[in-house]
């Protein structure tokens, strides 16, 4: 195992290594104007558009024509603002190939968003209809109307997001719904860091204004974004937590993480949790407090679950750990489906 972290290391620091050293030759003008320039072009060309994407994949260890394409044109992006004109311009046609397969990804998203948009109506219908929590229902929807890309799940994440922090207050915690904060000190710790990004925002923002008002701003929309976002996460941590359905066992962590896991699938229940930190291969649904404790238990699944992440992002486990308010509740569901 610690030689495969480390050869995944290795992966990112050849990565940077590459990129890093391309970008200072041209911006800290360490070649000259010479007959052997034009080899050094190529090569940071060659560097920037094969071999940067390359390493970048082994290190994500994710291997796909769109994601080879992608990682193409942003390395011609980037020779062309970090290659002198003068140096570059014999190779033009290079990287306006990469900014035109850009292009076309760009328009290919474009089109998944428009068809996204023309079902929008439908699929809020049926998320509504859904017996599923509406954090699993609505993307459960958008993907069975919309073909699963990234690009989608980063929009229904963000609509999400923006719904559980406008219309979140409305909402109430759904019948057979047990939630994971009331006897923590969780929200207490979310508002306190929303006004510590709130008073950031205004120190920093006067400061950063004066010498760099693009800064300042750029900065102020990070802020403004990270506060809805903590919005939102309070809200749905209050409104959601662990509920069945459909014989399914569904619990989330706030817009964090979410699994849904089949009764037929869950294996055991282990109670007797061990005080520290958790293993790497341990999903832990239990929300954060002032004074740390120990899961409730950890259940065991036969065959691994996905648990979803932010952005859609995704990882198959088969021990998921959790601390909530109403453990017997859990306990007795977990039972009764095993008997």
């Not at 699963?148 to 922090?165: D, S, T, V, W």
């Not at 962590?253 to 005080?275: F, K, S, T, Y």
Request: aromatic letters at 10%; glycine letters at 4%.
């Amino acid at each position: 195992m610690a030689i495969v972290k480390q050869r995944h290391t290795i992966w990112l620091c050849l990565f940077l290594i590459v990129v890093l050293s391309n970008i200072a030759i041209y911006q800290l003008a360490l070649i000259e104007v010479n007959a052997n320039t034009q080899a050094v072009v190529i090569g940071s060309l060659i560097d920037l558009m094969i071999v940067a994407p390359l390493l970048w994949m082994a290190y994500r260890k994710s291997f796909t024509l769109k994601k080879a394409i992608l990682l193409i044109a942003l390395g011609a992006i980037i020779a062309r603002i970090t290659i002198p004109a003068p140096y570059l311009a014999p190779y033009q046609a290079i990287t306006w190939v990469g900014l035109g397969m850009e292009a076309v990804l760009f328009l290919m998203e474009l089109l998944l968003i428009i068809v996204l948009l023309f079902y929008l109506p439908k699929i809020i219908q049926a998320t509504k209809r859904s017996s599923s929590p509406l954090l699993f229902a609505f993307v459960e929807e958008s993907e069975r109307h919309v073909k699963k890309q990234p690009i989608i799940q980063m929009i229904c994440y963000e609509g999400l997001m923006f719904y559980y922090a406008i219309m979140g207050w409305k909402r109430a915690p759904a019948l057979r719904t047990v939630t994971i904060h009331q006897k923590t000190s969780y929200l207490a710790m979310m508002i306190m860091l929303i006004h510590g990004i709130v008073l950031e925002s205004i120190g920093f923002h006067w400061l950063l204004h004066e010498k760099s008002a693009v800064l300042a701003y750029v900065l102020l929309f990070v802020n403004i974004y990270g506060v809805i976002f903590i919005v939102a996460h309070i809200q749905a941590i209050r409104t959601e937590g662990i509920t069945v359905q459909n014989r399914t066992l569904y619990m989330s962590l706030g817009l964090m993480q979410r699994v849904a896991i089949p009764l037929a699938n869950i294996q055991a229940l282990q109670e007797d949790v061990p005080e520290g930190k958790l293993a790497k291969d341990i999903a832990n649904f239990a929300v954060l407090d002032f004074e740390p404790r120990a899961p409730q238990a950890i259940i065991h699944v036969k065959e691994p679950v996905i648990v979803y992440t932010m952005y859609g992002r995704k990882k198959k486990y088969k021990k998921i750990a959790f601390r909530c308010d109403d453990y017997a509740s859990v306990k007795t569901w977990i039972e009764t489906s095993q008997i």
